[in-house]
């Protein structure tokens, strides 16, 4: 299993998009990917259809009522395939609720080791909430690595650097460098101010920078409003094109596995 965190502390920057078309083209290649959503909006588990469940049926159970992680999979909907833990508004109590928990950072964590680490091929991707709180640094502590959206934009860029400050200094409890990859979305080509920002993520960032990018979409806006991936909803659009080729770029650099050192 290869757990990755989408994430990053700036909304607005195609988080939600980008774990929902990572899951379903994951999906596309038959490799039954699981997502979990960790956000209390739970835009993830909207988009993917599933709608009206009580939070004992989401992953706020597994925080308030240690209820297995296992018993709270579900398949989504479209039946392309994909999984999920839902979540639910009340996950904005568990800050409140836990945060003075020495051990709840790592809580995630210990429970994907011991329910879902045996099938090793399972990718995770973890939907984030857009702040540095309990939730999010369970999504850190839990992943094997980190994909950062950043849109193209100034807000975003300064938005990455912060992240990238804080998460160096998360690496020391951790004992180990985080593994992140950033990808550039909402790109417009008739804005000079694009290829500025992503020129300037390149030169800071190198090799962490993906090469693909996600340019700006009307299919990528309005899938979500139909409960549908990008591939379902418009599969030659080109925010369908942009979503396979991240895809491809991230597995052919050995993203998703986890013994790929790099």
């Known amino acids: 299993m290869t757990a990755i965190a989408v994430f990053n502390q700036k909304g607005g920057v195609g ?3 980008t774990s929902l078309n990572l899951l379903a083209a994951l999906a596309r290649r038959d490799l039954a990917p ?3 959503d960790l956000d209390p909006q739970s ?3 909207l988009a993917n259809g599933i709608k009206g469940l009580p939070s004992s049926e989401t992953i706020y159970a597994y925080y308030s009522d240690n209820t297995p992680l296992s018993h709270l999979v579900r398949e989504v ?3 392309n395939g994909a999984h999920i833990i839902p979540a639910h508004m009340e996950l904005f109590k568990i800050d409140s609720l836990y945060g003075r928990n020495p051990n709840i950072a790592t809580q995630l ?10 099938d090793a091929s399972v990718p995770v991707i973890i939907d984030c909430s857009p702040m540095l709180g309990v939730l999010s640094l369970n999504a850190v502590f839990a992943s094997n690595r980190l994909l950062i959206p950043v849109s193209a934009d100034y807000l975003s860029m300064q938005g990455v650097n912060r992240l990238d400050a804080a ?3 998360l690496e020391k409890p951790l004992g180990k460098p985080i593994q992140r990859r950033i990808v550039m979305t909402r790109f417009d080509s008739r804005r000079k101010l694009s290829y500025q920002i992503f020129d300037q993520l390149h030169e800071h960032y190198g090799n962490d920078l993906c090469d693909t990018r996600i340019f700006e979409s009307v299919s990528l806006a309005e899938s979500p409003v139909y409960s549908k991936d990008v591939f ?13 080729a991240l895809t491809e770029e991230l597995l052919a650099c050995g993203f998703f596995d986890p013994e790929c050192s790099w």
């Not at 964590?109 to 045996?118: D, I, T, V």
């Not at 379902?232 to 396979?244: E, I, L, R, V």
């Open 15 to 17: 988080k939600t998009t």
């Open 43 to 45: 835009h993830f588990t």
């Open 109 to 118: 964590k210990r429970g994907l080791n011991e329910e879902l680490l045996p």
């Open 167 to 169: 998460l160096k200094v």
């Open 77 to 79: 909907p479209s039946g």
């Open 232 to 244: 379902a909803y418009a599969p030659n659009s080109q925010g369908a094109k942009d979503y396979n």
């Open 34 to 36: 699981l997502g979990i």
